[in-house]
């Protein structure tokens, strides 16, 4: 059963912000759009993938500064509205201890927000890309509790070499698979619907920002994908979250500057997901 979050008011829900201390430009587009969250949100939902690698809780200690920024940032934002933090493909070692440090809640995998606009789903997302298989066999051993164990077993050095490697390697495999095969199942979504309370799904992961919409059973369903953030690469500029208010959902766009500005949903054309199937199809 998923756990549902009643949270009322404006939401802000952001994810896939890939902060490292490689990033420096991003990480400074993240602190000011933090300040700009407190004034335009009740709320902050953080779907995973805030970090590029997260090796365990306990880096904390080792006050490393872009760390410490981050971690300053987001205990500030908490003081004024309440935050809830996911784990994402990169980001799945966080734990109750960082969402503490950050006077934050811990999201499960998939959850219910129940919202002004009803009941709206949430989660990181990579759990619906069924037709990559190789990244779901890995998934499948570094979730498990007991390989996370023996990995936080290790020592910092050893573990911060094998997040290099896990993207190393990840990186390689990415370059050989077709965006069909890396974007969601569209079973997996039509699965998600026919057995949801909620006509809503807002998930990150795709790096495919945009809105689908979908008839399963009669029912209208949405899915929104958030998008990803990056400032520090040449002639690149992209990031932002998806705002709840009055009723409605939009994505907002946010630029180096810190402004925010929404996305015309007409750029989101032809970007959906195709079916065949009379019980679920695509509309915009």
């Known amino acids: 059963m998923n756990t549902t979050i009643s949270i009322s008011g404006p939401i ?4 896939d912000l890939h902060l490292s201390n490689d990033k420096p430009f991003t990480l400074n587009v993240f602190r000011s759009f933090l300040q700009l969250v407190i004034k335009k949100s009740n709320s902050l939902i953080m779907l995973g993938d805030i970090f590029d690698f997260w090796i365990g809780d306990d880096i904390v200690k080792f006050s490393y500064p872009w760390i410490d920024s981050v971690i300053n940032g987001i205990r500030n934002t908490a003081k004024k509205i309440p935050i809830w933090i996911g784990r994402g493909n990169r980001d799945f070692l966080i734990g109750n201890e960082l969402a503490s440090i950050l006077n ?3 999201l499960p995998e998939l959850a219910i927000l129940d919202t002004d606009l009803g009941y709206v789903a949430v989660s990181h997302g990579d759990e619906f890309c069924l037709q990559d298989r190789s990244y779901q066999y890995f998934r499948s051993i570094v979730r498990d509790s007991e390989w996370q164990k023996r990995f936080l077993e290790q020592s910092i050095s050893e573990r911060l070499n094998a997040a290099k490697e896990f993207r190393h390697k990840s990186n390689q495999e990415n370059q050989k698979k077709s965006n069909d095969i890396m974007d969601v199942s569209l079973e997996a979504i039509q699965s998600f619907f026919e057995n949801s309370k ?3 799904l807002i998930h990150g992961h795709t790096h495919r920002p945009g809105k689908h919409i979908y008839k399963i059973n009669d029912r209208k369903c949405e899915r929104w994908v958030l998008p990803d953030w990056e400032f520090d690469y040449e002639n690149i500029e992209k990031g932002g979250g998806i ?9 907002l766009q946010i630029n180096s500057r810190g402004k925010l500005s929404k996305i015309n949903e007409s750029n989101f054309k032809n970007k959906d997901l195709s079916t065949t199937s009379s019980s679920c199809y695509r509309s915009v």
Do not use: T
């Not at 802000?12 to 994810?15: A, L």
């Open 12 to 15: 802000c829900i952001i994810s």
């Open 104 to 106: 934050a809640k811990l």
């Open 243 to 251: 705002f709840i208010e009055n009723n409605s959902i939009k994505i």
């Open 198 to 200: 909620a006509n809503i």
